[in-house]
Nanobody, 122 residues
């Protein structure tokens, strides 16, 4: 079993930055891909970014490309999402997830965190 705990969310003005963290525990972390999804109020969950088990490959949604950066520290069992130049439409609950396949779909991720709220004021 894997436990994922997100942190780092909060309220920020448009144009500002936040860094989300996702701490993993409970099993071998290094062999799994990890990803970030988000869900705005009243909408479905959407893919944001993901990173391979080695950290050598990343993939981003077009909506955040160039503004967000995903990274991971295998030694610390932690993944990060650096979010810059935030926009009001980035406001959502952000979830981290992990799974054995490098695919940007929810079904590829077996374990999920509880989410952290990001609010961007205009």
């Amino acid at each position: 079993q894997v436990q994922l705990v997100e942190s780092g969310g909060g309220l920020v003005q448009a144009g500002g930055s936040l860094r989300l963290s996702c701490a993993a525990s409970g099993r071998t972390f290094g062999a799994y891909s990890m990803g970030w999804f988000r869900q705005a109020s009243g909408e479905g969950r959407e893919f944001v970014a993901m990173i391979s088990w080695s950290g050598g490959t990343t993939y981003y949604a077009d909506s955040i490309k160039g503004r967000f950066t995903v990274s991971r520290d295998i030694a610390k069992n932690t993944m990060y999402l650096q979010m810059n130049n935030l926009k009001p439409e980035d406001g959502a609950v952000y979830y981290c997830a992990t799974g054995p396949n490098f695919r940007a779909v929810e079904s590829a991720f077996y374990y999920w965190g509880q989410g952290t709220q990001v609010t961007v004021s205009s």
